[in-house]
Each structure stands twice: as C-alpha cells, then as structure tokens.
C-alpha cells in the first residue's frame, strides 16, 4: 500500500471513531498529501507521458483536471509558461520558517492605533477598497497576478507574501487566494502599503495606494 493510501486509510478509520480533526492537524494532514503527490505521483506522471511528447516541437503547458472516480481531462492551455496560469497550483513548497520563541510582554501597550484601511486607484480612477485593509491586500495582490507577486520574494516575518505553505506560527493570518496559494496579512496598514507600493513598482500596475479611515 502507498503512503497515499495509508493517509487516507488512517484519516478514514479516525472519522469512523467519531474524531473530528483540529485545524492544526488538518493543515498537517494536507501539507503531507501534497509532499507526496510531489513526490511520489508526478514523477509517475512525469515518466508517463514524456515519451507521448518527444514528439511535440514547440512549447505547451498542459493542464490536467482531475476528480476521483471521474476520467481525467487534459487540455492544452494556450500560454507557454506555468507561471502565467495563475488557477494552476504550483507544489514546490516553500521550507518552513523557524520562528524565535518570545515570552509574555512585561509591559502592556499603552494604547491601541485607530484602525485603518486601504484604498488603491487604478489608472482608469477605478479603485479596489474591501471592508478592511487585509482584505483590499488581498484583492490587490490578486489583480497583480499571485504567481508574479509571488516570484517577488516579498516576505514578512520571513513569511513569504504569497506562500505555497501554511506557516506554523502566522498560518490563522494566510488566506488562501487560489488552490495550494496563501496571502500573508500579518502586518500593519502602514506595512501592507510598503509592500503594495514595492509590488507596483515592480510590477508596472499604475496603483496609487493610500490609507484611509
């Protein structure tokens, strides 16, 4: 039996017993699926079908739509490059982060800061403001294009912005954006501005980003 098959398996017998699972041990149950489809069932894959395309003379990307006990479906995408399909997950996960442990404050904060948002204008004077900053981040950054946000590097608390991986410590502050992809909002309106600014000049998107009340 494959390590696949043993998850489920166990996964299976703990839902028979009546154990609901943690979202701890969900995120665990799935980072382990993915590490094994990366690297025990694409490889497979892989070895498949490169002899069917030594035939090919030119570019493609291929995108396989799977669904258990459903027949596969394969098509042709017209782009040449996976990193321009934004739905398509990428599963080179990234290393996970070893935080520094910290013990309880010995001083309170003395006052909490007003809570903002943020506001980004197009070009075109359209705008992008959901009903708080971490979700205009979010929505920012998906206009932008994930995979393109994503090759920037950017990094919070060594937390990658747009990360293939839910990270131990700030995993409650990523929101998945597209399958497999995580936009970190662990920061402060000041900090998200910083980075929408870094991501519009690198990327040539004509924002104007500003915080409001």
Known sequence: MSRLSDLYKAME???KEGLSLNEDLERQVS?????IIKKEILPVVTETIEPALKQ????????????PGEPISVALSRKT?????????????????????????????????????LCIYRKDGSFIQERNAAMTFISAI?????????????KFCRVNIVSTTIDKKYGRAQHEAAPGLYV????????????????NKALE???TVEIVK
């Open 13 to 15: 017998t703990l839902r």
């Open 31 to 35: 980072e382990l699926e993915e590490n």
């Open 56 to 67: 090919v003379q030119r570019d493609l990307v291929l995108v396989v739509d799977y669904h």
């Open 81 to 117: 490059n996976i990193t321009e399909l934004i739905q398509a997950k990428r599963l080179e996960l990234d290393p996970a982060v070893t935080h520094k442990e910290f013990g309880p404050r010995k001083n309170k904060a003395k006052r909490i800061a007003p809570r903002t948002g």
């Open 142 to 154: 998906v206009e932008a294009g994930l995979v393109r946000v994503r090759e920037l590097n950017l």
């Open 184 to 199: 970190l909002t662990h920061s402060s309106t000041m900090d998200k501005k910083k980075m929408l600014d870094r991501i």
């Open 205 to 207: 998107m004509g924002w």
